[in-house]
Every structure is written in structure tokens, then in C-alpha cells.
């Protein structure tokens, strides 16, 4: 089991996911070559991946240490970077999912008051706030981090706490608290609210194909975050649980490597769910892999063009519509029972 089923499975999650999570980055990076614009959806994803492919970096010393019984063999300062990035990159994955979800409320709830809020520059500007918050949530890895004399002789990677007896209860209640139960109330509200308002409400029919648009990204913002609490809901479920318990018996170890699989996974499944929900995002893809002299036949200007407005942000068409609005007198949204 531990010799080979387990680094077998994680061996698959971190071949697949690396190479799921580049193709993301890739396609998204490869789109400034067409002169469009990042969207705000494309910034989170962006960045969404970045931290999944940082995450997954670090499962081949994971398969390392489970091949070797759990001796570490690559230094106290190589243990204390990928036990802090672990870390960082878990509650990092919660924040960006916070915001996502908090820019879909603004996007299906306030779609034209939102218009000047919702830019890429100020998308950019949270992000960077976001990378910055969960580095501090972790100083005490960074300064707790370190090797344990096993009882073989050799040493592992742990987190070397001061008092264990009472250090890590409360830092379990710390780590969950803030990269699972908060974020997790925090996005089932706002989605509540989003579900409210799309089932109250009807548009105009010009607003039509922006609001199937709107839809559509909601639909794969919430798969994401239901994706994300449901693989990592096992992990700190017996995290909590082994806070009660002395002498973990053998089928809880074995159910907590399954979690922790079940989490790395959760960074592997993402990309696909990209290509799978996102239309938008097959037709970037296609267009970041097609051979340079068949990116533009017919004319290059009109191709640029038509790309761009397929891909135009949320924003910009919904300016365009409400200058629509105001011209032709048409009807705002009306609420209805």
C-alpha cells in the first residue's frame, strides 16, 4: 500500500495535473499574441492555476517520503519551502475561490454597476492582496518547519511546534477555520444570494446573450468550488477527528492518505474542468495550438477582431448594452414573483 499503490496514485494526479494546469496557463498566456484583452475570469483562472501547479510541484518528495517509510533526504531548508508552499497554496486556492465567487455576485447581481469595478487592473490589484494575506496566515510554518529524528535513525518533515500537546489543537483549529469552514460559509452564501437573484429576475432581450454568457462562467465557477470543498472536506474532517484520538488505528491511516490524495486531485481535476465547461476556453485553446501560418487565411485584422469579440469581457459588453439602453429607451430589469 505504501510502497506502491499510493505513490502509484500520486504519481497519475501529478503527471496529470502538471500538464493540465500548463495547458491552462499556456492558453491564457498565449491570448495577449491575438491583441486581446485579459478578461477577470481569465486573471482568477490564471492564477488559480499557478497555485494548483506549485501545489502539485511539491508530490514527487511527497511519493519520496512514502517510498522511504517517511525519511526525508533533501535538507531542513528544502523541508521548510515545500511544507510552507504546501500550506500557502492551499489557503491561497480558498481565496482566490472567495473572490471568484464574490466577482460572480457582481456580475450577475450588479452586471452594469459593476462595470467600472470589475476591470482587469483591479483584478490584478486583489490577486496580488490575495498571495500576500495567505503568505502571512503562514508564518508559523515558515518558522515551525523543520526535521524529526524518526525512530530508524533517519529524519522527516514535520512541523515542529513549540507544545505539541496544545500548539496543534490549536493550529489544526487555525488551518481549518481559515482555508475550509470560513471561505466555505462565506461562498455558500454569496452563491445562495447569485441563485436568488437569477431565479427573480428577467431581463431585457438585448441582455439576453450576456446574461446566458453570465450564466455559463457562474456555472463553472460554482463546479470549481463545490470540486474544491468536496475533495479537501475528508482531509480536515479527520484532521479535526485525530484531535480526539491518542493512537490512530491502521484504517485511519489508510482513510487519510486517501484524503490527502483526494486533495492533491482536486489540483489535477481543475484544468479539465476548464475544457469541459468553458466554451470560451476550448476556443482559446484551439486557437493557442493552431500552426503560426494558419492562425489568419483570410485576413488578419478581421480575424484579430472576431476573436477578440468573441472573447470581449463581461464588462465591455454590458457597457455597450446599457449605451443601447439609453439610447433606444429600452425597459431595465424588472423583479418578479
Known amino acids: 500500500y505504501a510502497n506502491v499503490i499510493m505513490p502509484s496514485i500520486y504519481g497519475i494526479i501529478c503527471f496529470l495535473g502538471i500538464i493540465g494546469n500548463c495547458i491552462v496557463i499556456y492558453t491564457i498566456v498565449k491570448k495577449t499574441k491575438f491583441r486581446c484583452k485579459h478578461t477577470v475570469p481569465d486573471i482568477f483562472i490564471f492564477n488559480l492555476s499557478v497555485v494548483d501547479l506549485l501545489f502539485l510541484l511539491g508530490m514527487p518528495f511527497l511519493i519520496h517520503q512514502l517510498l522511504g517509510n517517511g525519511s526525508w533526504h533533501f535538507g531542513a531548508t528544502l523541508c521548510t519551502i515545500i511544507t510552507a508552499l504546501d500550506t500557502h497554496s492551499q489557503i491561497t486556492s480558498t481565496n ?3 473572490v471568484m465567487t464574490l466577482d460572480r ?3 450577475t447581481v450588479h452586471p452594469l454597476k459593476s462595470t467600472y469595478l470589475r476591470t482587469p487592473c483591479i ?3 486583489v490577486i496580488c492582496l490575495v498571495w500576500l494575506l495567505s503568505f502571512l496566515t503562514i508564518i508559523p510554518v515558515w518558522m515551525y518547519a523543520g526535521l524529526m529524528p524518526l525512530n530508524d535513525g533517519s529524519v522527516g518533515c514535520a512541523l515542529l511546534l513549540p507544545n505539541p500537546a496544545t500548539d496543534i489543537y490549536w493550529f489544526t483549529l487555525y488551518q481549518f477555520m481559515l482555508a475550509f469552514a470560513l471561505p466555505l460559509v462565506i461562498i455558500c452564501v454569496v452563491y445562495f444570494k447569485i441563485l436568488q437573484h437569477m431565479s427573480t429576475t428577467v431581463a431585457p432581450l438585448p441582455q439576453r446573450s450576456v446574461r446566458v454568457r453570465t450564466k455559463k462562467v457562474t456555472r463553472m465557477a460554482v463546479a470549481i468550488c463545490s470540486t474544491f470543498f468536496v475533495c479537501w472536506a475528508p482531509f480536515y474532517f479527520l484532521q479535526l477527528v485525530q484531535l480526539g484520538i491518542d493512537k490512530p488505528p491502521i484504517a485511519f491511516f489508510y ?7 483526494l486533495g492533491y486531485a482536486n489540483s489535477c481535476i481543475n484544468p479539465f474542468l476548464y475544457i469541459a465547461l468553458s466554451e470560451t476556453f476550448k476556443r482559446q485553446f484551439m486557437i493557442a495550438i493552431r500552426p503560426a501560418h494558419e492562425q ?3 485576413n488578419n485584422s478581421m480575424t484579430e477582431a472576431s476573436v477578440c469579440l ?3 469581457p463581461e464588462s465591455t459588453q454590458q457597457t455597450q448594452l446599457s449605451r443601447e439602453y439609453s439610447h433606444n429607451s ?3 430589469t424588472v423583479a418578479v414573483h
Open 96 to 98: 482566490i475561490l472567495t
Open 105 to 107: 455576485y457582481l456580475a
Open 123 to 125: 483584478a490584478a490589484f
Open 255 to 261: 482513510a487519510y492518505n486517501i484524503a490527502i490524495s
Open 296 to 298: 489568419f487565411r483570410v
Open 310 to 312: 468573441k472573447l470581449a
Open 330 to 332: 429600452l425597459p431595465v
